[in-house]
T-cell receptor, first 116, second 116 residues
Framework: AQSVTQPDIHITVSEGASLELRCNYS??????LFWYVQSPGQGLQLLLK??????LVQGIKGFEAEFKRSQSSFNLRKPSVHWSDAAEYFC??????????????FGAGTRLAVHP | KAGVTQTPRYLIKTRGQQVTLSCSPI?????VSWYQQTPGQGLQFLFE???????NKGNFPGRFSGRQFSNSRSEMNVSTLELGDSALYLC???????????????FGPGTRLTVL
């Protein structure tokens, strides 16, 4: 079955440190890839997306992600984390490979804590 | 442009009751998807509607149903509530999902349902 894996349930970083959140997917071909962020008690906000083309995509709030086909990965990065980045981050795949255009399959999420 | 709105934001029900949740998509968006978020199961796809037709359905019992109106607003209904239905219910809207590429889904703030 198609799946999305976020290996890290919790990550703690110091403010100003760099960040990388991992995401791996299992599909036979390239899916459409997304990263969303969720603050406590809130809905999901789209950070960035990859459909095709340049494998390094830029998003909002200084985030970027790199699609690596050979590793079936779509890791999220930020060079310098701010305290306001503390939230839960979800990787998701969509498109035909998830069973339908508008069906997203989510990873379990990574909860990010930021130390001052 | 206004975002996705969901009403009510919070609900408390008792077992056996039924509940209706409402979602108003972003203006111009014709596709509405629903997701259930729980600590144990994470984010799971419920169903998707486009032009008043259910186009995609997740693996949930028949107690979960939905509909979409001609103005693209959507409702979901859960009958005979069970304790396990306590969750955050998220609605997402997108343009059409029929362009050959996955539309981006934009999420509302969610409805927090508590079943006692």
């Amino acid at each position: 079955a198609q799946s999305v894996t976020q290996p890290d349930i919790h990550i703690t970083v110091s403010e100003g440190a760099s960040l990388e959140l991992r995401c791996n997917y299992s599909y036979g071909a390239t899916p459409y890839l997304f990263w969303y962020v969720q603050s406590p008690g809130q809905g999901l906000q789209l950070l960035l997306k990859y459909f095709s083309g340049d494998t390094l995509v830029q998003g909002i709030k200084g985030f970027e992600a790199e699609f690596k086909r050979s590793q079936s990965s779509f890791n999220l990065r930020k060079p310098s984390v701010h305290w306001s980045d503390a939230a839960e981050y979800f990787c998701a795949v969509g498109g035909l490979f998830s069973g339908g255009y508008n069906k997203l399959i989510f990873g379990a999420g990574t909860r990010l804590a930021v130390h001052p | 442009k206004a975002g996705v709105t969901q009403t009510p934001r919070y609900l408390i029900k008792t077992r056996g009751q039924q509940v209706t949740l409402s979602c108003s998509p972003i203006s111009g968006h014709r596709s509405v998807s629903w997701y259930q978020q729980t600590p144990g199961q994470g984010l799971q796809f419920l169903f998707e509607y486009f032009s008043e037709t259910q186009r995609n359905k997740g693996n949930f019992p028949g107690r979960f149903s939905g509909r979409q109106f001609s103005n693209s607003r959507s409702e979901m209904n859960v009958s005979t509530l069970e304790l396990g239905d306590s969750a955050l219910y998220l609605c997402a809207s997108s343009l059409t999902g029929t362009s050959g590429a996955a539309d981006t889904q934009y999420f509302g703030p969610g409805t927090r349902l508590t079943v006692l």
